[in-house]
């Protein structure tokens, strides 16, 4: 299996449109308001809006280069010199380790950014979803802390979990 990362184009919109629209569960993966933007035109614009504003740094995964997800970094802090970075998979592509490999990928990418020096890196995930804990913590990420029923899914609540990893526990992969 041969998972890589590239910038996002254009032509991966639909792919990212379709996502939204297909996985019902989209509200697991994060604790913020869930905005599904239609129709596809208005959706395209705001995306396109995002990446050339630099608000979002945003990659493509691909899995025997079909696109299968994307890697994103946001919320950037230039005086802490962090990023939060997120991630999705479509459904078929879950459960094979392209997730693991792909943060792994994202977060080397982010870690030699030229121009950026950035400390940290970290990401929240719902206490429920064991497969996003065990893709940070493949990455080296750590648990900094707990918000306790912070999401709120299906009508229960559930912990939000704040993960990190600090650029010199970092380890680049060997040439």
Same mark, same amino acid.
């Given at each position: 299996?041969? =998972?890589?990362?590239? +910038? #996002? @184009?254009?032509?991966?919109?639909?792919?990212?449109?379709?996502?939204? *629209? /297909?996985?019902?569960?989209? /509200?697991?993966?994060?604790?913020?308001?869930?905005?599904?933007?239609?129709?596809? +035109?208005?959706?395209?614009?705001?995306?396109? /809006? !995002?990446?050339?504003?630099?608000? *979002? =740094?945003?990659?493509?995964?691909?899995?025997?280069?079909?696109? =299968?997800?994307?890697? =994103?970094?946001?919320? %950037?802090?230039?005086?802490?010199?962090?990023?939060?970075?997120?991630?999705?998979?479509?459904?078929? !592509?879950?459960? @094979?380790?392209?997730? $693991? *490999? #792909?943060?792994?990928?994202?977060?080397?990418?982010?870690?030699?950014?030229?121009?950026?020096?950035?400390?940290?890196?970290?990401?929240?995930?719902?206490?429920?979803?064991? +497969?996003?804990?065990?893709?940070?913590?493949? #990455?080296?990420?750590?648990?900094?802390?707990?918000? $306790?029923?912070?999401?709120?899914?299906?009508?229960?609540?559930?912990? %939000?979990?704040?993960?990190?990893?600090?650029?010199? /526990?970092? $380890?680049?992969? *060997?040439?």
């Amino acid at each position: 299996m041969d =998972v890589r990362l590239r +910038p #996002a @184009q254009e032509t991966d919109l639909p792919f990212f449109y379709r996502w939204q *629209e /297909e996985d019902l569960g989209w /509200e697991r993966y994060t604790c913020r308001p869930v905005e599904f933007v239609r129709p596809y +035109p208005v959706f395209r614009a705001r995306y396109m /809006e !995002a990446l050339r504003g630099g608000r *979002e =740094v945003v990659f493509t995964v691909l899995r025997d280069g079909e696109i =299968v997800g994307r890697t =994103v970094a946001q919320n %950037e802090n230039p005086r802490n010199r962090s990023l939060e970075i997120g991630y999705y998979l479509a459904a078929g !592509a879950r459960g @094979q380790g392209v997730g $693991r *490999e #792909a943060v792994r990928t994202f977060v080397g990418i982010l870690f030699t950014w030229p121009g950026k020096m950035l400390h940290k890196l970290y990401a929240t995930t719902s206490a429920d979803n064991g +497969p996003s804990i065990a893709v940070l913590e493949a #990455a080296g990420f750590r648990l900094d802390g707990r918000l $306790r029923e912070h999401y709120l899914i299906d009508g229960a609540f559930s912990d %939000e979990l704040y993960y990190s990893l600090l650029r010199r /526990e970092w $380890r680049a992969p *060997e040439p």
